[in-house]
């Protein structure tokens, strides 16, 4: 009997820890790769993303509870900086974003993507988030890498710059940014090489279709860090890997030549020049002088209010920097960025603490700041994040509803008198 209660309770144990991984991936698979904005875009969305995100939060919380949450602190405390943004664009409203009609849109647009990015954090507060977060990153993945094929094969075009792919979320650089990040948890959860192998091999043909020339340097970096990482134990199978991948490459890069630098007869010189540049690996032609002059125009925007800033929104809708740090201090101040760095520095001390426990999720965490604008608005990055301080955090709190009855203490028995 007792075994056979004990077989019920790990199967009902299991049974709530699937249907977490399915209100998880309900949740932020969509959340991520920014299909549900795309269907609702096109008209294909039976209900409101409004509702259905409510839904889902609702649906992810109460699965979070059912399966005995224990909560890191320090992975909560790294959203302060997006929580800081939705509350000046909230309360003070320092300045007004007009630029998808009103500036509520953009506040509940912020809020939204807040209360997305609070759950995917509690999420990972659970005894089973390793597997939660493995489901998540390889799904996810998936689907951005498969909406950029679906749109490279002529099946829908999703993207704002012809001659690159981007998929669902119509800007070419974000792909990149989503599958690297999600590469990175991989990498840093799943021991299994082969498989992890298996998964660049199916997700990296999106990355090249992108062009996206910071996107392909950070996944470069993430590679060649996770491949010295298993050198050891794998240099026959490294071998093997480039053996098979240096011929696919030069043909990948031939087939994009002539597929995605031509209009008809017409050719794209903007992405002839990307590939030519990054075929030579001539990297001052990689760097872009446009982003180069936005960045020296957020700088000086920067010095004008350094204390407090502009308020949210200043950075991303007016000078656009393409830098998380110069975008921060533009929206709201000195302190925007000094407790952002903060806490990345945090998290890299932490990790060569300990042994570079989570170093894999590092390298995009740091190498997008200076290439991206919109990460602390992106629950993608700070599942990332979440992941890496899970693992380098390992003090957990619990909440009791009611705690177990003690025993009762034995009388004390007195000494016997002499």
């Known amino acids: 009997m007792r075994h056979a209660r004990m077989s019920a309770v790990?199967?009902?144990?299991?049974?709530?820890?699937?249907?977490?991984?399915?209100?998880?991936?309900?949740?932020?698979v969509p959340a991520m790769t920014k299909s549900l904005s795309w269907a609702d875009d096109v008209g294909v969305l039976p209900f409101k993303p409004r509702d259905y995100t409510l839904l889902t939060l609702a649906a992810a919380g109460v699965m979070v509870m059912l399966n005995r949450p224990s909560i890191c602190p320090p992975a909560f405390l790294m959203l302060l900086v997006p929580l800081l943004r939705v509350l000046d664009a909230t309360f003070l409203q320092r300045f007004t974003i007009t630029a998808l009609g009103d500036h509520s849109i953009v506040v509940m647009s912020l809020l939204s993507n807040f209360l997305v990015t609070f759950t995917t954090v509690l999420l990972l507060s659970t005894e089973s988030w390793r597997r939660v977060a493995m489901w998540v990153a390889v799904c996810t993945s998936l689907v951005c890498a498969g909406c950029v094929y679906y749109e490279w094969l002529g099946f829908e075009k999703f993207t704002r710059i012809d001659g690159r792919m981007a998929g669902f979320p119509e800007d070419p650089n974000d792909p990149p940014i989503?599958?690297?990040?999600?590469?990175?948890?991989?990498?840093?959860?799943?021991?299994?090489?082969?498989w992890n192998v298996a998964l660049i091999a199916v997700v990296s043909p999106a990355i090249a279709l992108t062009l996206s020339r910071s996107g392909?340097?950070?996944?470069?970096?993430?590679?060649f860090c996770y491949m010295v990482g298993n050198l050891r134990q794998h240099y026959a199978g490294m071998l093997l890997i480039v053996a098979v991948s240096v011929p696919l490459a030069i043909g990948g890069i031939a087939i994009l030549s002539e597929t995605s630098t031509k209009v008809g007869i017409v050719t794209n010189k903007d992405t002839a020049d990307r590939l030519k540049a990054i075929y030579e690996l001539d990297f001052e032609r990689i760097k872009s002088p446009e982003r180069g002059k936005d960045l020296q125009d957020g700088w000086e925007a920067a010095g004008k209010k350094p204390m407090w800033?502009?308020?949210?929104?200043?950075?991303?809708?007016?000078?656009?920097?393409?830098?998380?740090?110069?975008?921060?201090?533009?929206?709201?101040?000195?302190f925007g960025p000094l407790l952002y760095v903060s806490t990345l520095f945090l998290l890299t001390f932490r990790s060569l603490a300990l042994k570079f426990r989570g170093f894999y999720c590092l390298v995009p965490l740091w190498l997008f700041v200076p290439c991206s604008q919109i990460l602390v608005e992106s629950p993608h990055y700070w599942f990332t994040a979440a992941v890496c301080c899970n693992l380098v955090f390992s003090g957990r709190f619990r909440l009791v509803l009611n705690s177990p009855a003690k025993a009762a203490a034995r009388p004390h028995t007195p000494l016997p008198q002499s």
Not at 19 to 27: N, Q, V
Request: charged share 15%; net charge positive.
């Open 178 to 194: 989503i599958i690297s990040l999600m590469l990175a948890v991989m990498f840093t959860l799943n021991r299994r090489f082969w």
């Open 10 to 28: 790990e199967k009902r144990h299991e049974r709530l820890v699937q249907l977490l991984i399915l209100a998880a991936l309900a949740l932020l």
């Open 309 to 334: 800033g502009h308020g949210t929104g200043a950075g991303t809708s007016v000078w656009k920097p393409h830098n998380q740090v110069v975008s921060l201090w533009i929206d709201i101040g000195i």
């Open 216 to 223: 392909m340097a950070v996944y470069s970096c993430l590679l």
